[in-house]
């Protein structure tokens, strides 16, 4: 049997993946590359990059290559069958790549390749690949003793399986909850195509009403229009306490097994005891080692700084919150279950204008061609969708395939979007790689070919509905279309790299805290008139986007920021605190951390039975474990390179020469050199906080 996931001459093969080809393609690879690390190991040559660096490369991009797909399916399809092999399969995975950064003849091959002749004629990008891989080793354990090595070992594995497991839960809570409404007084302001797509989940079930769940495009418009205050509230609880011990019983008679809490406390233990193995105070200093910061107090003093700056603006918009609600809509005391709603009706009376008004303009296909115009004009592309007649396979009917080609023809890289909100699909969006640009060398011929590089763009909207049994496209709320805008920057900073070599191609080996300065920037666009005018169709009339409500929107802009911004800080503070000076043996939990820190920075405190720790799975089971600042980070030089256009405008904000130039000096050279260089080689400066006040509504009159 040809087993897909050993097939690499192309994208992935979704189509032809069963669930029976997952254990044998891994046990494989890991076979072939335990081989070839043995051989480069023990070969007494000199190392070389070509006989030591590369053929490691080479059997790692395989194993990566189809692990990724297998992660991928079980992030957009997971069933119990498929969640159970992943599980299976993630500690031998763990276990191998923990111990390669273990392996002491590795580690000492690399420090002799470093201090050699030929390092001094490798070029920097290659250098910086060396440099790289040293620390990693040092950061993976490779300097501790046997009997520390070992338990470090078993901190990777238990770390594995306790965020897969904190991943599970959470999806498993969110997909379990369902609030069934027939009363139709009871749905009064929630849109009509969030009303359809309830009704018909209702009838599914061979019920008569409104069937509204956890996932976003239920979720938040519930939150932000229904009129009945008892609704918001009952959705509102059963959001927070998602994965908490506090889940609504009702759920499932399981819940208590997903609650998140325990696997909280086991998580902060192992990464704490993980930092002291390596000899570091806390496992922040682990974090900010491959980071743009240095120390975990520069971070803390930045957000603490931030937060002072944000503060009044926040009190401000909350001020203005409750005065509204009291006079407008009776509500003397505001609660958590009351601000999207009130935002959202303070927003109408004050800007004339309402999110439901604004997502008639954005269809799903005039959305995407006009943000794919965008980036041709920006860069010199050309985006087209792969005919079915291609048979590019896809892992579900809803994703469609895309090629970016130079204006020449010749072909740059391709990505999938899933962009539908359904069951079985782990929520937010995000971007990932499938396979990253590098030269291949091939060992028979010796032909060198550029691999073409693939991603993943996926998100959680809303999917099309009938209206009136006719056929509607997708709409998307103006914040969706920004965070596309954002994913899309993602993928851009993976697909047009220009670099060779995989270690630092695309995203890879960029810094964390800077990996977020192309998707930011691209948000910026959505606010541009002449951009909106080509990607917005009203989907009755066909008329684009009226100047007059553009204006509305942009006089908006910044129409609760404060709190936005706040918001955001506490998370970040939160994160770090956690990983800084928090202790987990003593008695303190991770929720009343967070109390703390809401008490001496938040203008808006949640209710006690709020357990947003327990969903906060950036942290605990993504990448972002002491790099939730960030996205703040990030944003400052996002906001500052975006400033450049805006100095720049003569006639239009889009400019091809200054986007050429970001496409050469940001996102052409991906990790090849410190994301710092790369801004000052865009910019011709440092960076300054400035725009981002700006851009924000906080900078000083």
Same mark, same amino acid.
């Given at each position: ?109 690399? !420090?002799?390749? $470093?201090?050699?002749?030929?390092? +001094?004629? #490798?070029? =920097?990008?290659?250098? %910086?690949?060396?440099? *790289?891989? /040293? ?12 009997? !520390?090595?070992? $338990?470090?070992?078993?901190?990777? +594995?238990? #770390?594995? =399986?306790?965020?897969? %497991?904190?991943?599970? *839960?959470? /999806? ?25 797509? =309830? ?503």
């Amino acid at each position: 049997m040809t087993n897909p996931l050993l097939d690499f001459s192309g994208p992935p093969l979704f189509e032809e993946i069963k669930n029976a080809h997952i254990t044998p393609a891994i046990e494989a690879l890991l076979r072939e590359n335990r081989a070839v690390v043995n051989r480069v190991r023990d070969d007494s040559s000199m190392p070389t990059w070509d006989g030591f660096v590369q053929p490691m490369v080479d059997a790692n991009e395989r194993l990566s290559r189809a692990w990724g797909q297998i992660s991928h399916l079980n992030a957009v399809m997971n069933t119990s069958e498929l969640r159970t092999i992943y599980n299976a399969n993630l500690p031998q995975i763990t276990q191998f790549y923990a111990e390669f950064t273990q392996d002491p003849l590795l580690f000492k091959k690399f !420090k002799q390749l $470093r201090n050699s002749t030929e390092f +001094e004629q #490798l070029n =920097a990008a290659r250098k %910086k690949i060396i440099e *790289n891989e /040293l620390r990693d080793f040092r950061l993976g354990g490779a300097e501790l003793s046997a009997e !520390k090595k070992n $338990r470090f070992l078993q901190i990777q +594995e238990m #770390l594995s =399986a306790l965020s897969s %497991k904190f991943n599970d *839960n959470l /999806l498993d809570a969110t997909n379990a909850f369902s609030l069934l409404v027939e009363n139709k007084e009871a749905v009064s302001g929630i849109p009509q195509d969030v009303l359809q797509t =309830a009704r018909e989940l209702a009838e599914k079930d061979a019920t008569a009403g409104w069937k509204f769940t956890l996932h976003m495009p239920s979720y938040l418009p519930v939150m932000q229009y229904a009129d009945n205050r008892v609704l918001r509230e009952q959705m509102y609880r059963a959001y927070v306490t998602r994965a908490s011990e506090l889940i609504d019983e009702t759920a499932s008679n399981d819940a208590t097994e997903w609650d998140n809490m325990p696997l909280i406390h086991q998580i902060l233990t192992l990464r704490q005891e993980e930092a002291q193995l390596l000899g570091f105070d806390c496992y922040a200093e682990v974090s900010l080692a491959a980071k743009m910061a240095n120390t975990p107090k520069q971070v803390l003093d930045f957000l603490n700084d931030l937060a002072a700056k944000a503060k009044p603006y926040a009190k401000e918009d909350l001020q203005e919150l409750q005065q509204f609600a009291a006079e407008k809509l009776s509500l003397d005391r505001l609660e958590s279950w009351d601000l999207p709603y009130v935002s959202e009706k303070l927003r109408e009376a004050r800007y004339a204008f309402s999110d439901q008004e604004v997502k008639q303009y954005f269809p799903e296909t005039k959305v995407l061609s006009g943000m794919f115009k965008l980036v041709e004009k920006l860069y010199g592309i050309t985006i087209v969708p792969v005919k079915a007649s291609c048979h590019v396979q896809c892992w579900h009917p809803d994703v469609k395939f895309f090629d970016i080609h130079h204006t020449d023809g010749q072909l740059i890289g391709q990505f999938y979007i899933d962009l539908y909100a359904r069951v079985g699909k782990r929520g937010g969006a995000w971007m990932d790689d499938a396979i990253t640009r590098r030269r291949v060398i091939n060992e028979k011929t010796g032909d060198v070919t550029i691999q073409t590089p693939v991603a993943y763009l996926t998100c959680n909207f809303s999917a099309p509905v009938r209206t009136d049994n006719e056929p509607r496209p997708a709409l998307f709320t103006h914040d969706e279309v920004i965070t596309l805008f954002h994913e899309f920057g993602h993928g851009l900073h993976h697909l047009l790299t220009q670099a060779e070599d995989l270690n630092i191609s695309g995203i890879n080996g960029v810094e964390w805290d800077a990996v977020e300065l192309p998707s930011q920037f691209m948000e910026n666009f959505c606010w541009e008139w002449e951009v909106l005018t080509e990607m917005t169709q009203h989907v009755e009339t066909g008329a684009a986007l009226p100047r007059v409500l553009f204006e509305k929107m942009l006089a908006a802009k910044n129409f609760q920021s404060g709190l936005q911004m706040l918001r955001q800080i506490e998370f970040a503070l939160f994160d770090m605190r956690l990983h800084f000076d928090f202790n987990p043996k003593n008695d303190k939990t991770a929720s009343q951390l967070l109390d703390e820190i809401r008490q001496e920075i938040a203008v808006i405190v949640p209710p006690k039975y709020n357990r947003f720790a327990n969903s906060f799975a950036h942290i605990f089971a993504g990448g972002y474990a002491a790099g939730y600042y960030s996205y703040k980070w990030a944003e400052v030089l996002s906001a500052d390179a975006y400033s450049l256009f805006e100095e720049n405008i003569q006639d239009k904000i889009v400019n091809a020469e200054i986007g050429s130039r970001f496409r050469r000096e940001i996102l052409a050279v991906g990790g090849s050199r410190s994301a710092l260089e790369s801004f000052i080689a865009f910019r011709g400066r440092e960076p300054t906080i400035d725009a981002l006040l700006r851009h924000t509504g906080m900078a000083a009159a």
